[in-house]
């Protein structure tokens, strides 16, 4: 079968290469690729700045934003043939730390765990893929080629779980919620946002597009002004940082209302420097009882609400979301980022 492969930090070496079948053993799904997201991760691999191979191979099977129909199931088991799924991208280490041990792998400690196709497991970026029926989620089939988002839906699920779980220290009624950047995680962030009846205001660099579009149709409000002259206006209770630069995670800290949780889940490059007044950031967190919370990954609990959260969604603003699709011979096109993408999907021929 095909597969989408890459050296880990070898630049310019993603290539389809024709991989065995996967052998459904230890009772795993077979599952057929329908589609597979492609993000910031996939091309940061394929430009060979990080990534695991599994061990005693040289290569590593890209792609952990996956959506597939179940092939065959074991007996007994509560997925069928036909079954839409997605792929839980993280294991726990083999030998647990207390995290892992109780079912939060997204919390390890130690570091050990593997994730598919990013670190020592192969990834969903193949025709045919397995995986264990307790890292599988069955999705709503009316969801279709939408069920790909599921992934980066739950990573943003479980930044919400952070926030509410955080502002439960003490009595917390959030009205408005403002989320820096208007890639996938941040749409998918003000989503969730508005599900739960918030006043959700989304920043992003673009002046109108369909990242402009996206928020409007959401009901949401679009700004594209700087994050601190927003955050002044609009003072949030709670601000979802989705951009990872510098100067904005900043901003983001110094920006909420009395009370502020800021959620961090945009990854900075590092060796960037700027200039800040840390004292003025300290004394207005300590003294407005602020929090800064960083989130990544997501563990199955986070996984079940996306898929709620996907459900109860408007099926043609998911769709609109996807603002690319390529085959998967054509990868490369997938590898580039464009300013108006917004989701780019490889798809599989069946």
């Not at 020592?120 to 279709?144: F, I, R």
């Not at 955080?166 to 946002?193: Q, S």
């Not at 207005?284 to 459900?311: C, F, I, K, P």
Request: aromatic share 6%; hydrophobic share 45%.
């Amino acid at each position: 079968m095909k597969a989408l492969t890459v050296v880990p930090l070898q630049s310019g070496s993603a290539e389809i290469r024709e991989v065995p079948d996967p052998d459904p053993a230890d009772g795993r799904l077979l599952v057929e690729a329908v589609a597979l997201g492609v993000c910031g991760t996939d091309r940061e691999i394929a430009a060979g700045d990080y990534g695991w191979a599994p061990s005693g191979a040289d290569r590593l099977v890209l792609g952990h934003e996956s959506l597939g129909r179940v092939r065959s199931a074991p007996a007994g088991s509560v997925y069928s043939a036909g079954d839409l799924v997605v792929g839980v991208v993280r294991r726990p280490d083999p030998q647990p730390c207390a995290a892992c041990a109780h079912g939060e792998f997204d919390m390890c400690r130690n570091g050990e765990y593997t994730e598919r196709g990013i670190k020592q497991l192969d990834g969903y970026g193949s025709a045919l893929w397995t995986v264990e029926p307790d890292y599988a989620v069955k999705l709503d089939p009316a969801l279709a080629e939408r069920g790909v988002l599921l992934e980066p839906t739950s990573v943003v699920a479980k930044a919400w779980d952070q926030i509410e779980r955080v502002g439960a220290r003490a009595y917390f009624a959030p009205e408005r919620v403002l989320v820096t950047g208007a890639g996938p995680i941040g749409l998918l962030a003000a989503l969730l946002g508005v599900q739960r009846g918030l006043d959700v205001h989304v920043l992003d660099r673009a002046k109108d597009g369909p990242k402009a579009e996206a928020v409007g149709a959401l009901t949401a409000t679009y700004h594209s002004a700087p994050v601190a002259e927003a955050a002044e206006r609009l003072r949030p209770d709670i601000i979802i940082e989705a951009t990872g630069a510098p100067s904005v995670v900043f901003d983001a800290i110094g920006g909420t209302a009395a009370y502020g949780i800021v959620c961090l889940t945009g990854v900075s490059a590092g060796g960037r420097t700027i200039s800040v007044d840390l004292g003025q950031a300290n004394r207005s967190m300590v003294l407005e009882n602020d929090v800064v919370v960083g989130s990544v990954n997501a563990n199955l609990r986070h996984y079940a609400a996306a898929a709620e959260a996907l459900t109860a969604a408007d099926p043609a603003w998911l769709a609109s979301l996807i603002t690319r699709r390529v085959p998967l011979h054509r990868f490369a096109e997938a590898l580039e980022a464009r300013p108006d993408d917004i989701k780019v999907v490889l798809t599989f021929e069946s």
